[in-house]
C-alpha cells in the first residue's frame, strides 16, 4: 500500500503569538513550533497501516526550511520517506492542498489530522480530495480496510456516522483513532541521517488573500465576589443582568 | 497539552533538532507514564518496574553507547535532557536510569572485554536485565578509597569478601559491578545473581527516594570468574563512573527544580488570598523570579558541560561544580515552593514534597554537597582539605 501522510508545522498551543508590523501574519520571532497535534493521529495510522498491508509510508508537508523538523520526527516515528514542498510564504488552504495532491497523485491513501491547529481551515483534506478526484472522509475516529473496500467512522456533531468508500482516497483523522507511538532514541538517532526530499511548490495562485490580522481583545472583566449572601445575590444578579447567562 | 519547559534564556533555540526532539519524547514519556503513577509507588515504597520495559522501549539505558550494542547513539546534551525529564518524574526514576546508564553500562562498555559487552549491553538496553553499581560501604562513603571490600587471587578467578551499602537497584540487579581491593589495589568485578554467597537485601525505612529500592550488598566467599573483572586498576576506574553518573544528575536536578517551579507558579496564580491571587503578592513573586533565574542558570551551566563533555574538554571538576550548584539550588526551590503552597504544599496531590525530600538523597549520593566543595577548594588552592 502506498500510504502518504500529510504534515503540517504550526505554533506551540501555549506559545505567545503575536501579529508581524504589517498586520497580516503571525510574527515568527520566539514562536515554538510543532508537529501538528492532529497529525501524529495521521502518522500512527499510517504506519499501522503500513504494518497490516506492507508498501510504503511517505511524509509531505509544505513550508520552509525550519518545517524539516517536524518530517525528522516523522522519520523518528518510522515513516520510509520524507519530503518538503519548499514554500517559504504561507500559501493557502487551495495552494496546500494543490502541492499535496500532486505529492499523492500516486498513493492508495492519503491521510491528514483533521485541523491544522494554527488557521483552523478544516478545508485542506476535502480540497486535496477534489483536486484528485478522489472520494474523501473527515473527521475518521476509526477506519478499517477490506481490500479497495474502506469503512470509516466520522465524527458528526453529537454522535458517529459510518461511511463506506473505495482506495483510493483521502481521509482526515480524528482523536481516538490510534494511540500515537513514541519515537524511539536510537530511531531519532537514524533519523538524522535520512535523506529529506525538496520538491518546488506548484506555486498555483492563492485563492485568499489576508486582509489583516489581530489578536482577540480580552472583554472579560473579571469580578471576584466572596462568600456572604450578599454577595451570592449579587452573583445572580450579575449572571442574569449583565452576562444574560440565566 | 505537551509540558512547557523552563526556557527563559531561549536555550532550547540553540539545540540540534535530534536533541529537541529527545527532550519532547522524553517529556512527553514522563506526562503519560510516569506522572500519573509515581506518588502511589512513593506512598508504597516501591519502584514501578513497569516503567523498566517502557524505558527500556524508548532508548533511555545507556543511551551514549554505540546502536551496535542495542543503544542510541546519542550525544551527552541528549543524554543530559532525558535524565532532566526523567527527574521532572522523580528523582527515584532518574536514578534507575542513571544507574544502568552511568554505572553500569559505562563501565561495562568502558572497561570490559568485547565478550563481557556482547553478553550484557544488549541485554541491559532492552530492560532484560539490571544492574548496580557497589563502591559506598557501610564505614566507607565519602571516603572510597578506604574499602575493606577484598577480592583474593584464585585458580579460576577471585573470592570476593566484604559489604556494599546504599546501592540503588541492588535487590532487583541482575549484575552488580562491584569495587574490592586486590592486592590493595581497587579493582571493579561483575558479580551475578545467583552466585554462591552474594546476597542483596533491600534496605527499608526511607523517607526519601521511596519509589526507589536501596539495598545492601553481601559478599561470603563469592567465586567470580576471572573474565568478569574489569580492566582497570585503582580508584579512576569507579571515579570515571561518578562523573558520568554525576553528569547526569547536574540535568536532573534541573527538572526536578521544574516540576516543582511549575506547581508553585500554578498555585500562585490560582489561589485567592485577600481577594486576589497570591502571584499578585511581591515577596510571591520574588520567590518565583528567584526560581526562573537559579533554573536558567543552572541551564546554562549544564548546557555549557556538555558541550564540553562532547568536545571531550570536560573535567571532573566541573561536574561537581554542576552537581554541587544544581541539586542545591533544586533543594532550595522545593523548599520555597512548599511555602507558596501553603499547607497544600505538604499534601501528595502536588509534587513539591517528593521532590524536596528525593533531592536530600540527590545531595548526599555520588558525592556530597560539600565534598563537592571541598574537590573545588582542591582545584583552584590546589591544598586538599580532606586528605
Known amino acids: ?246 | 497539552m505537551a509540558f512547557q519547559p523552563v526556557d527563559y534564556y531561549n536555550l532550547y533555540d540553540m539545540l540540534e533538532p535530534e536533541e529537541k526532539l529527545t527532550r519532547e519524547t522524553v517529556s512527553d514519556f514522563v506526562d503519560a507514564e510516569v506522572l500519573p503513577i509515581i506518588e502511589q509507588h512513593y506512598r508504597a515504597g516501591t519502584f514501578p518496574m513497569d516503567l523498566v520495559e517502557k524505558l527500556a522501549g524508548l532508548g533511555v539505558f545507556g543511551i551514549t553507547l554505540p546502536q551496535e550494542y542495542g543503544c542510541a547513539g546519542m550525544n551527552n546534551i541528549c543524554y543530559g535532557l532525558a535524565m532532566q525529564e526523567l527527574e521532572r518524574g522523580d528523582s527515584g526514576v532518574r536514578s534507575f536510569a542513571s544507574v544502568q546508564s552511568s554505572l553500569v553500562m559505562y563501565p561495562i562498555y568502558t572497561y570490559g572485554s568485547e565478550d563481557i559487552r556482547r553478553k550484557w549491553l544488549p541485554k541491559l538496553a532492552a530492560g532484560q536485565a539490571i544492574g548496580c553499581f557497589g563502591l559506598t560501604e557501610p564505614d566507607y562513603g565519602s571516603n572510597p578509597t578506604g574499602m575493606i571490600t577484598t577480592a583474593v587471587k584464585t585458580d579460576g578467578g577471585y573470592l570476593l569478601n566484604g559489604a556494599k551499602m546504599w546501592i540503588t537497584n541492588g535487590t532487583l540487579a541482575d549484575v552488580a559491578v562491584v569495587w574490592a581491593k586486590l592486592d590493595g589495589i581497587v579493582h571493579g568485578f561483575l558479580v551475578e545473581k545467583g552466585m554462591k554467597g552474594f546476597s542483596a537485601p533491600e534496605m527499608k525505612g526511607k523517607h526519601s527516594l521511596r519509589a526507589s529500592i536501596t539495598s545492601e550488598l553481601i559478599f561470603q566467599d563469592v567465586e567470580v570468574p576471572a573474565e568478569n573483572m574489569l580492566n582497570i586498576k585503582g580508584m579512576r576506574g569507579p571515579l570515571s563512573c561518578l562523573t558520568q553518573a554525576r553528569y547526569g544528575i547536574s540535568w536532573g536536578a534541573i527538572g526536578a527544580a521544574t516540576g516543582v517551579y511549575h506547581s508553585a507558579l500554578d498555585y500562585a496564580k490560582s489561589r485567592i488570598q485577600f481577594g486576589k491571587p497570591i502571584a499578585s503578592f511581591q515577596l510571591v513573586q520574588e520567590k518565583l523570579v528567584w526560581m526562573l533565574s537559579e533554573i536558567t542558570k543552572a541551564q546554562l551551566l549544564c548546557y555549557q558541560l556538555g558541550r564540553m563533555k562532547d568536545a571531550g574538554t570536560m573535567n571532573p571538576n566541573q561536574v561537581s561544580l554542576a552537581k554541587r550548584n544544581n541539586v542545591d539550588i533544586a533543594i532550595q526551590a522545593a523548599r520555597i515552593a512548599r511555602d507558596i503552597h501553603g499547607a497544600n504544599g505538604i499534601l501528595d496531590e502536588y509534587p513539591v514534597m517528593r521532590h524536596a525530600a528525593n533531592l536530600e538523597s540527590v545531595r548526599t549520593y555520588e558525592g556530597t554537597h560539600d565534598i563537592h566543595t571541598l574537590i573545588l577548594g582542591a582545584d583552584i588552592t590546589g591544598i586538599q582539605a580532606f586528605s
Open chain 1, 1 to 246: 500500500m502506498n500510504i502518504v501522510v500529510c504534515i503540517s508545522q504550526v505554533p506551540d498551543t501555549t506559545t505567545k503569538v503575536t501579529v508581524a508590523p504589517d498586520g497580516k501574519k503571525i510574527s515568527s520571532a520566539g514562536v515554538k513550533f510543532i508537529l501538528n497535534p492532529y497529525d501524529e493521529f495521521a502518522l500512527e495510522e499510517g504506519l499501522q497501516l503500513r504494518a497490516k498491508y506492507g508498501g510504503s509510508v511517505t511524509a509531505v508537508t509544505v513550508g520552509g526550511d525550519s518545517a524539516k523538523e517536524i518530517l525528522r520526527t516523522a522519520l523518528a516515528m518510522g515513516v520510509d520517506k520524507a519530503v518538503l514542498i519548499k514554500d517559504d510564504e504561507r500559501a493557502d488552504s487551495f495552494g496546500v492542498a494543490h502541492n499535496l495532491a500532486e505529492a499523492a497523485r500516486e498513493a492508495d491513501i492519503a491521510i491528514l489530522g483533521r485541523q491544522s491547529i494554527d488557521f483552523d481551515s478544516y478545508g485542506t483534506a476535502a480540497m486535496t480530495a477534489e483536486l484528485l478526484n478522489l472520494p474523501s472522509a473527515s473527521m475518521v475516529s476509526k477506519l478499517s480496510i477490506d481490500g479497495t473496500k474502506v469503512v470509516a467512522e466520522c465524527d458528526i456533531d453529537g454522535g458517529k456516522e459510518t461511511i463506506e468508500l473505495s482506495l483510493p482516497c483521502v481521509i482526515s483523522v480524528q482523536k481516538g483513532l490510534n494511540e500515537p507511538r513514541y519515537p524511539k532514541l536510537p530511531d531519532i538517532m537514524k533519523a538524522k541521517s535520512k535523506p529529506i526530499e525538496e520538491r518546488a511548490s506548484a506555486g498555483v495562485a492563492p485563492r485568499v488573500r489576508t486582509l489583516s490580522m489581530e489578536l482577540p481583545k480580552s472583554s472579560r472583566i473579571g469580578k471576584v465576589l466572596g462568600d456572604s449572601d450578599a454577595d451570592i445575590q449579587e452573583l445572580v444578579r450579575l449572571l442574569h443582568e449583565e452576562a444574560k447567562a440565566i
